[in-house]
């Protein structure tokens, strides 16, 4: 079992930045993929960002390349998601997951067996 635990949402103005982190605690011994999933409303969840903590390989949804940064500290067991240059269009409820399934798209949230709680993020025009 794997818990994860997310902090540092809130609100920002369009072009501000915020960090998310998510501290992982359980079985974690393994490599496993971490993600930002985010749902807004009236959408679906998508993929934000993607890391693989063995590789450090990363991937991102296209909205937000250039503009958002995932990493992962192994002594801490924590990702974190850097995001700069909001747009109102950012704002959704942002999950940290987990899955140590390698098989499979990184950006399939189906795929997932752990989630966080999820963390707000309003971003303002």
């Known amino acids: 079992q794997v818990r994860l635990v997310e902090s540092g949402g809130g609100s920002v103005q369009a072009g501000g930045s915020l960090m998310l982190s998510c501290a992982a605690s359980?079985?974690?011994?393994?490599?496993?993929?971490m993600a930002w999933f985010r749902r807004a409303p009236r959408k679906k969840r998508e993929a934000v960002a993607v890391i693989y903590t063995g590789s450090r390989k990363t991937y991102y949804a296209d909205s937000v390349k250039g503009r958002f940064t995932i990493s992962h500290d192994n002594v801490k067991n924590t990702v974190y998601l850097q995001m700069t240059s909001l747009k109102p269009e950012d704002t959704a409820m942002y999950y940290c997951?987990?899955?140590?399934?390698?098989?499979?798209?990184?950006?399939?949230?189906?795929?997932?067996?752990?989630w966080g709680q999820g963390t707000q993020v309003t971003v303002s025009s």
């Open positions: 997951a987990a899955r140590t399934v390698v098989i499979g798209s990184p950006l399939d949230g189906g795929l997932y067996n752990y």
């Open positions: 359980g079985s974690t011994s393994r490599d496993y993929y």
